[in-house]
């Protein structure tokens, strides 16, 4: 039987969490669980907190803190709760995180660690603004124009679409995502880290690297050489 992990990944927007969340999920059978998987299935399976946010997404609104929150609960609250996860997104701030380890320690199953994935706020603007992909319905090619470069420049490989950029990634959005990224997270991880809970790791380098110094942080987690 392998290790029991159950993991906060956190990390600035774009540094990789969602691809690593699901390295780690795959590769050591925890429950990858992201915040907005979590608001459509609750969505369509119609659950209170599914219910209650319906409005908030059709109008094109930020779900609120604690309708996150309740998406949460309802997940862990459930009979076929995970026993092994990663959370992806969430918690967000300070009081998130204190929300999260009341239903965590309600359950039985709190957090044995959290993975503080650390890049440079300039790396995050070369990569986030380098984002381009395919608009076509069937197509969705992505690309970077440092690392993944389309062959011909502005234009899809696949299908000869001209390649868009999302307002989320233009330069001036993402430092503004950036400002409140680090309000929010300064607290975040000094709450995390008071409980003994932190271990930060470089999020720069290739995937496979990262997911590497991700598993070395985790060893004295799982309390094994191997995960």
């Given at each position: 039987?392998?290790?029991?992990?159950?993991?906060?990944?956190?990390?600035?927007?774009g540094?990789?969490?969602?691809?690593?969340?699901?390295?780690?999920?795959?590769?050591?059978?925890?429950?990858?669980?992201?915040?907005?998987?979590?608001?459509?299935?609750?969505?369509?399976?119609?659950?209170?907190?599914?219910?209650?946010?319906?409005?908030?997404?059709?109008?094109?609104?930020?779900?609120?803190d604690?309708?996150?929150?309740?998406?949460?609960?309802?997940?862990?609250?459930?009979?076929?709760?995970?026993?092994?996860?990663?959370?992806?997104?969430?918690?967000?701030?300070?009081?998130?995180?204190?929300?999260l380890?009341?239903?965590?320690?309600?359950?039985?199953?709190?957090?044995?660690?959290?993975?503080?994935?650390?890049?440079?706020?300039?790396?995050?603007?070369?990569?986030?603004?380098?984002?381009?992909?395919?608009?076509?319905?069937?197509?969705?090619?992505?690309?970077?124009?440092?690392?993944?470069?389309p062959?011909?420049?502005?234009?899809c490989?696949?299908?000869?679409?001209?390649?868009?950029?999302?307002?989320?990634?233009?330069?001036?959005?993402?430092?503004?995502?950036?400002?409140v990224?680090?309000?929010?997270?300064?607290?975040?991880?000094?709450?995390?880290?008071?409980?003994?809970?932190?271990?930060?790791?470089?999020?720069?380098?290739?995937?496979?690297?990262?997911?590497g110094?991700?598993?070395?942080?985790?060893?004295?987690?799982?309390?094994?050489?191997?995960?």
């Open positions: 039987m392998g290790p029991v992990m159950r993991l906060v990944l956190l990390g600035p927007p540094c990789g969490k969602g691809t690593q969340a699901k390295l780690l999920s795959r590769r050591n059978g925890l429950e990858h669980i992201g915040t907005g998987d979590l608001l459509r299935a609750a969505i369509r399976d119609q659950t209170p907190a599914g219910i209650a946010a319906k409005p908030e997404v059709d109008a094109g609104h930020l779900v609120p604690d309708l996150v929150n309740e998406l949460v609960a309802e997940r862990f609250r459930r009979a076929d709760r995970p026993l092994k996860y990663v959370l992806d997104g969430y918690p967000r701030r300070r009081g998130q995180a204190e929300f380890d009341t239903v965590l320690a309600e359950v039985g199953l709190p957090l044995t660690g959290v993975l503080f994935m650390d890049v440079p706020d300039l790396e995050i603007i070369n990569r986030v603004s380098g984002r381009w992909s395919c608009p076509k319905p069937g197509c969705k090619a992505t690309y970077n124009t440092q690392k993944n470069p062959k011909v420049p502005g234009i490989d696949d299908c000869g679409t001209v390649l868009v950029q999302r307002t989320d990634d233009h330069v001036e959005t993402v430092r503004t995502r950036l400002v990224y680090h309000e929010d997270t300064t607290a975040l991880v000094g709450y995390y880290k008071q409980l003994g809970l932190l271990h930060s790791v470089t999020g720069e380098g290739e995937i496979e690297g990262v997911y110094s991700l598993l070395q942080a985790m060893q004295p987690l799982a309390g094994e050489k191997k995960c």
